[in-house]
């Protein structure tokens, strides 16, 4: 039977034959693209537990010392925009093969930057050309049956949640081993072996990935175009954008000021990249609720992640207005920062899976437009955790997560509520065409 796709752009109709069916999951490729993932996204988090060493090597306050994640945060949006689109009109190996060799050039620059604007300009241009990860990512559900999208999403996102969390860990320590045994910025050493280890992922990509081909042949200027059409087409793909943004935002409060609070308690980078380490165990919880959304829908994951989400940080938020021994202290805000990871993985991965049902054909460009929204919460959230940081400390800090969280609460009791059902692998119903 013929299908009926649209034609976004140019309001006409054609017709045109169901597409093939997916190709089967490839148990190899899909760790490869977590892997790939986490190495990608780990640029935009090296500086977070940097940021005070960054401060005392230039001299200047805590505000304008998180100005450098800011503008990494600020770059990646950028390069969400301008790049991932590129994914569905491009041979998809040979464009991350570029990407990454150009953001080893750009970590480089970062670790060899002489002045706060040079660092701040480098980390930009380093964050948008990291942006690479969400051209790898969308290539999950299309190596992986229709009906278990959900799972092939999830293995990829504990790569990249994973890349996302031990990225602090490498940084934070790293800085402090190379200031202790050679009395030097060790924020320089973090960023030149990040350039090392993009490099290293050029040929790795060559051999471990197949050649991706688009789908269909489409100028950029078409594929720019028709994010227009995306986003005015799919209200599920604007409040699943809407909900992430928020959610992000009120997570990064948390990671752009952690240096800052343990600051305050005489501990270092070290100790808050080590946190990182401890969210890991939170990045467990990815394929279990890729699995969850397959089998209850991602609205009920949705609901769970917020509701951990906003218990975490109502206990971060007690365990500093209290005093309690510092090593239960300590425990606590572990206990803490692992739920916060877990309610963050579920959120993600399940407006992940509602996004990626949409446009087959357009995953790059869905992708993009949920990732710009998203990571502009990002930005929007560390600034905004900066400023609250500087007038009202920590309190000031939670108030302005909960309060984030209260708004994607109202967007997620407000929002769709038609029952999710996976596509199964000979579903061509939902397969749209979308051109400029």
Known sequence: MRQTRIRYGVGKLKRAMPSPKSPPSNKAQLPFLGLACGVGVSTI?????????????????????????????????????????????????GLMMKLYGAVSVALLLVSLAPTLPLLIAASAIAGALASVTHIALPIAPDIAPKHMRGRAIGIV?????????????????????????FHFAGWRTVFFLAAIINAAFVPAMRRYMPSLPPKRKLSYSDAMRSLYAVVRREPLLREAAVMGGLVFAAFSC????????????????GVAGTFGLVGTAGALVASFAGRQSDSHGPRWVLTGGLIVFATAYTGLWLNESFRTPFTLHL?????????????????QIANQTRIFSLLPEARSRINTVYMVVYFTGGAMGSTLSTLAW???????????????????????????RTK?????????????????
């Not at 800085?175 to 045994?181: A, E, Q, T």
Request: a negative charge; charged letters at 15%; proline letters at 3%.
């Open 45 to 93: 988090y090296y500086n977070q537990p940097l940021l005070l060493e960054m401060g005392r090597t230039f001299h200047v306050s805590e505000g304008k010392a998180g100005l450098v994640a800011v503008a990494t945060q600020v770059g990646y949006a950028i390069g969400l925009l301008c790049f991932v689109p590129m994914g569905d009109i491009a041979e998809r190996r």
């Open 157 to 181: 996102m504990s790569g990249l949640l994973l890349g996302v969390l031990l990225a602090r860990t490498f940084a934070g320590w790293l800085n402090d081993l190379s200031h202790h045994f």
């Open 254 to 269: 948390f990671w752009n000021t952690l240096a800052f609070l343990l600051g305050t308690h005489g501990l270092g980078a």
């Open 331 to 347: 425990i606590f805000m572990a206990v803490c920062v692992i739920l916060l990871d877990i309610g963050m993985q579920c959120v």
């Open 390 to 416: 500087e007038h009202y400390k920590w309190n000031g800090v939670c108030t302005l997560a909960l309060g984030l969280l209260a708004l994607a609460l109202l967007r997620h009791l407000t929002g769709d």
């Open 420 to 436: 999710y059902k996976p596509l199964h692998p000979t579903d061509h119903s939902r397969d749209f065409v979308l051109e400029g």
